[in-house]
């Protein structure tokens, strides 16, 4: 089978990485810590938690603490 164009297969693959590149944290924070700051301490502090419930609480916690709210 042929590829009926480069440039449409060029373009379908640029949207979707386009998608990619603009994933959203889903966090907000207005004057809070640097996002990817906030997200490296949190990650050190809850690392040691069990996976799950509690380490998402409280990640989402100290996140919390430095400014970020998911909506």
Known sequence: MRLRSPR???????????GCA????GW???GATPFDTAQAEC???TK?????KQRE???DQCMEENGWRRP
């Open 8 to 18: 449409l297969i060029a373009c379908l693959a640029a949207t979707l990485l386009a």
């Open 22 to 25: 603009t994933h959203d944290h």
């Open 28 to 30: 907000t924070g207005k």
């Open 43 to 45: 990650d050190a502090k």
């Open 48 to 52: 040691d938690l069990p996976a799950g």
């Open 57 to 59: 609480g409280a990640f």
